[in-house]
């Protein structure tokens, strides 16, 4: 056993007081979220984002991969995957893209029925884009008639580019995980679409945060995030996912400036229906 360290216990007691001081405050900004979790440098919301927006303040960047607009069910052998059933009828729908409105510098991965809309919302903010690709290595050998599903597109909308990464390629292979969501991106993918669109110490904002794979790319590189998500489960994996990236810390990683021991607060503001 340790030997008790009366500094060491007194900072964690005062960086336990800060967080729970955070989390009052924000639930008390944010009533429309059901439950407000708050762990180091990232503050994460349960409930619909397009409530939940309003009531936050300012980022440098939102990094989300939202809902696209996919053929989820259809014929042939693709039909069969387990991945299109997983999202039919959840998360294939696309979204609003009005939330974007409110901010300059978004990084939004898309399916390809998605682009000229995407494109046309930046262009009517008034902002400069790009496309940017995640160039799969190993995709799923079936094509149904078509080409290979090898890649994956993305959006940035920003007023000037000034980020370390200026390539629009993303390469490497897809990766299998535990976390029971169907839409998982690898963290090189997050990581490496982070510094495309921000700097160590900015925050980011994911409103379709899912298990928080932008989240865990963001304590990694020593940025603050935001996350929304409306499903519980996904919530809960995501804090878990988030405490265990504070926990393991990253030898290659940045820290945030004045980064607070890893905390978590939580905050049952209200169950209900989601």
């Known amino acids: 056993m340790s030997e008790y360290d009366p500094r060491r ?3 964690d007691s005062f960086n336990v007081a800060i967080a729970a001081n955070r989390a009052k405050l924000l639930a008390d900004r944010c009533p429309a979220a059901k439950r407000v979790e708050v762990i180091g440098q990232c503050e994460l919301y349960l409930g619909d984002c397009m409530e939940i927006l309003p009531a936050l303040g300012k980022v440098d960047a939102v990094v989300t991969d939202p809902p696209y607009e996919i053929a989820a069910a259809g014929g042939g052998m693709g039909a069969k995957r387990k991945y299109l059933a997983d999202i039919d009828g959840k998360i294939d ?3 609003d893209l009005a939330l974007l409105s409110a901010f300059d510098n978004w990084f939004v991965f898309c399916g390809k029925p998605q682009l000229v809309k995407l494109i046309s919302q930046a262009e009517g903010q008034g902002l400069r884009w790009q496309i940017v690709t995640w160039n799969k290595t190993n995709p799923t050998p079936l094509t149904n008639g078509n080409y290979l599903p090898d890649t994956e597109y993305v959006i940035h909308a920003f007023k000037t ?4 990464a200026k390539s629009r390629f993303i390469v490497g292979p897809v990766e299998k995980n535990d976390f029971a969501h169907p839409t998982v991106k690898p963290q090189y993918v997050m990581a490496q679409s982070l510094r495309r669109c921000s700097s160590g110490g900015q925050s980011v904002l994911d409103p379709f945060m899912g298990t928080a794979s932008t989240g865990v790319a963001c304590v990694k590189s020593g940025r603050s995030f935001v996350g929304i998500e409306i499903s519980e489960a996904y919530f809960d994996i995501a804090c878990k996912r988030i405490r265990d ?13 004045a980064a607070p021991k890893a905390e978590q607060i939580g905050l049952d503001l209200g169950s209900g229906d989601q």
Do not use: I, K, L, S
């Open 9 to 11: 216990d007194a900072f």
């Open 93 to 95: 729908a696309g979204f």
């Open 161 to 164: 580019h000034v980020w370390a």
């Open 245 to 257: 990236a504070y926990r393991q810390g990253d030898m290659f990683a940045t820290p945030a400036p």
